[in-house]
């Protein structure tokens, strides 16, 4: 099992910046991705970015250019610098852990994010 921790949410104005980070634990398999999604109020939970254990990215068009997922492979910590937030950001952000069957999928219990207009 994984078990996945987040931090760094909070309340920002529009226009600013928050960096979220997950630390995981656990039993780790040498091949996996992981990634922030979100959830706002009345919505699906969405893809925000993910990436693999081998440095690929890939982001949602709508934070392309404003966000950046990394990860420390050391250290099993991930993190979501985010910059130029906007009120559309706001949501709960859910960190996720899986391997490429979905056969071992893991979720945070997420960090809200709040951006103020």
């Known amino acids: 099992q994984v078990q996945l921790v987040e931090s760094g949410g909070g ?7 928050l960096r979220l980070s ?5 039993r780790f398999l ?3 991705t992981m990634g922030w999604y979100r959830q ?6 969405e893809l925000v ?6 440095g690929t990215t890939n982001y949602a068009d ?7 997922i990394s990860r420390d492979n050391v250290k099993n910590t991930m993190a979501l610098q985010m910059n130029s937030l ?3 950001d706001t949501a709960v952000y859910f960190c996720r852990y899986y391997s490429p069957a979905y056969d071992y999928d893991y ?7 709040t951006v103020s207009s």
């Open 11 to 17: 309340l920002v104005q529009a226009g600013g910046s």
């Open 22 to 26: 997950c630390a995981a634990s656990g």
């Open 30 to 32: 040498r091949t996996n």
């Open 40 to 45: 706002a109020p009345g919505k699906q939970r």
């Open 49 to 54: 970015a993910v990436i693999t254990s081998g």
């Open 62 to 68: 709508s934070v392309k250019g404003r966000f950046t």
């Open 86 to 88: 906007k009120p559309e």
């Open 107 to 113: 979720w945070g219990q997420g960090t809200q994010v």
